[in-house]
């Protein structure tokens, strides 16, 4: 069995915490910026502020997937 590091939060929080090249894979469920209430979250945002959330989401997973890994 191989070791599982199963982590819920926020992903750029949770991320900035992980070795560099230390990830197999990430599974990221982002906000679709549709508009929908999550409690005292909604995912409506300027759609350059979204688009400059995702790609901070993707540099982080660029930077922690060893060779091969997945996004």
């Not at 199963?6 to 900035?16: H, I, N, P, V």
Request: hydrophobic content about 40%; overall charge negative.
């Amino acid at each position: 069995m191989t070791d599982v590091d199963l982590r819920l939060g926020d992903c750029l929080e949770l991320l900035a915490d992980v070795e560099t090249g230390s990830v197999d894979l990430i599974v990221a469920d982002p906000p679709y910026n549709v508009g929908m209430p999550y409690g005292t979250f909604s995912d409506r945002l300027d759609p350059y502020d979204y688009l400059v959330g995702q790609l901070q989401v993707a540099h982080q997973a660029a930077r922690l997937l060893r060779p091969g890994g997945s996004f």
